[in-house]
């Protein structure tokens, strides 16, 4: 639930700021965070 939550809220900054998508460093986090829990 933790990682979904954590997804939502990166992907609606990114959304927010109209950032370019990066998608290396999204599975960076998300593979750090898996490795975390």
């Known amino acids: 639930m933790a990682l979904c939550g954590k997804l939502l809220k990166v992907l609606h900054a990114v959304c927010t700021k109209h950032q370019a998508f990066d998608a290396k460093r999204m ?11």
Do not use: K
């Open 27 to 37: 599975m960076q986090d998300i593979f750090g965070l898996e490795t975390a829990a």
